[in-house]
């Protein structure tokens, strides 16, 4: 593990000045806040794993690779606050890795090539399950479900492929904690940038599927998805100025909305939920969005209690930032009081 004593002094002082803001909300006295990993990429074919805690100030990270021929794409986490890390190779085959909260490899799985298809994104579910998201020809897609490493060496997995519909790409996918019979939902965002559409579908443990189209918003591109563990899916919407628009969707189409941005020549670049509780007696969830800025710097924005607060890193020669994922148990249930449903306002 490698430590940059610079990094972890300047986590420190964003993370005092985080406390700060938080504390003065008239609500609440303490806020408990859970940790995010971002992933970086570096064009060596490197990357690294960076533990941030805006409460605590506490930094650390693991520089994983080189490994030539391998990227960095995507990133997601399990009930344990491991971190998985899925790699891409210029032959077509991926990787996932696990990687423990204090950066040792819990295990490595690779993933054979299949021609014309390429590993987008991955999402791992309240039991563990690991939900990986293929594009391949024509925009079609294919989605693995891979059973939770402790079960079974070595692994197996499902597959299902769906398309490809004219016009539409699948950006992203998720996992909520409704069990239905021990299973859970998988969900699918699919985006139709022409159209300004969005399309989520949501696909039960046996394999049936509901679909939802939201749009057409003119100027708006649906980009990423997360599900909070309050089992409540987000759309991270991105508009041609660079706003940004977050939305919960609640049932029946419904949803609510909040507003970041724009902030000239940065861009939405990931999106997790992170589970939160104030002096124990409610608990919700709160938004972190990456963002990449002109020069590769990052920021990571975290929305709570109608603050909105920005962590800022970079930049780093040759390296980018790739993706987000909380640091943190994702409980089956949690508090549904008024002040849990509260949207963050804009910075």
């Known amino acids: ?31 408990s806040l859970s940790d995010d990993y971002v992933l970086w990429g570096n064009t060596s ?20 690779g080189p490994y030539s021929g391998w990227t960095p794409v995507a990133l997601s986490s399990d009930s344990a606050g491991d971190a998985y890390i899925l790699w891409n190779n210029s032959n077509g085959a991926a990787s996932i890795w696990c990687e ?41 897609a294919s989605i693995w479900n891979i059973p939770p490493w402790k079960a079974a060496s070595p692994i197996s997995y499902t597959t299902k492929s769906y398309g490809p519909y004219a016009g539409w790409q699948a950006v992203g996918i998720g996992a909520d904690g409704t069990a239905t019979n021990g299973a859970y939902n998988t969900y699918v965002l699919w985006s139709n940038p022409s159209a300004c559409e969005a399309n989520l579908w949501t696909i039960s443990s046996g394999g049936s599927v509901s679909s939802k189209i939201y749009g057409p918003n003119t100027g708006w591109q649906a980009k990423y998805l997360a599900v909070g563990s309050d089992n409540l899916a987000r759309m991270l919407w991105a508009n041609t100025s660079g706003q940004v628009d977050i939305w919960t969707l609640v049932n029946n189409g419904f949803f609510t909305s909040q507003s970041l941005g724009p902030y000239p020549g940065w861009v939405a670049d990931g999106l997790t939920y992170c589970y939160q509780s104030d002096n124990g007696t409610n608990s919700f969830d709160c938004p972190s969005v990456l963002w990449n800025g002109p020069s590769n ?8 209690l109608g603050e909105y607060v920005d962590l800022a890193f970079g930049p780093y020669s040759g390296w980018k930032t790739i993706a987000v994922a909380a640091d943190n148990p994702k409980p089956s249930s949690t508090s549904t009081s008024s002040s849990s449903k509260r949207g963050a306002s804009e910075k």
Do not use: R
Request: glycine share 10%.
């Open 100 to 140: 423990s909260s204090s950066f040792s490899t819990l295990f490595t799985e690779g993933l054979p090539a299949t021609k014309g298809w390429t590993a987008n994104s991955l999402a791992v579910g309240p039991d563990d399950t690991i939900h990986l998201l293929w594009n391949g020809p024509s925009n079609a």
């Open 45 to 64: 074919g490197q990357a690294a794993l960076w533990q941030v805690s805006a409460s605590s100030g506490v930094g650390s990270q693991a520089v994983i």
């Open 1 to 31: 593990m490698k430590i940059d004593p610079l990094v972890k002094s300047l986590l420190a002082a964003v993370g005092l000045a985080f406390c700060l803001i938080a504390s003065g909300c008239s609500e609440y006295a303490t806020i």
């Open 297 to 304: 710097e990052c920021s990571l924005g975290v929305a709570t």
